[in-house]
């Protein structure tokens, strides 16, 4: 599969927009500073993004196209999304540095939207019936799991948490 060369742009502007955070507070730096850092103009990163924050929505969605396409399988029974879940977990752990950036910048809002808005896609797209509020239950309780668990380092274990998910989940259907 080849890579197109924009997509090459924004993971320097996304790995830029990442290295800064790790110097400076996030409101100090600037779209000039993200440009500079990732070998880019101004227009450049324009044309890819209007906003800071468009470059971790867009680093959210690339993340997540990357984990649909390594799914091999329809979830059909508890199992089968207890290993999703692990999944999620596992790619939320390799990527807890980016993480942990945005909670030091109070941006974890960002993360939650991006959840809200997938899940809720997710739910109108596969689930006739599903209730209005659902995607949100699930959202939410992603989002809070994976920032207390990021806040503890991502110290327990994969498997035990996913298990744990699924369980609140499954039994509460």
Known sequence: MEIAPEEYTRHYIVQALFRLMAEYNYEKISVTDIAEKAGVGRATFYRYFKRKEDIIIYYFEHHTKEFILAQRFYPRCKDDYVKIVTNVLTMFRQNKE???????????????????????????????????????????????????????DCAEDINFLAETIVNAIYFND
């Open 98 to 152: 980016p993480l942990r950036l945005l909670r030091k910048a109070r941006l974890e809002y960002i993360y939650l939207d991006y959840l809200n808005k997938s899940f809720k896609t997710k739910f109108e797209s596969e689930f006739d019936e599903a209730s209005l509020y659902k995607p949100y239950l699930y959202s939410g309780m992603l989002f809070n799991v994976s920032m207390a668990w990021l806040d503890n």
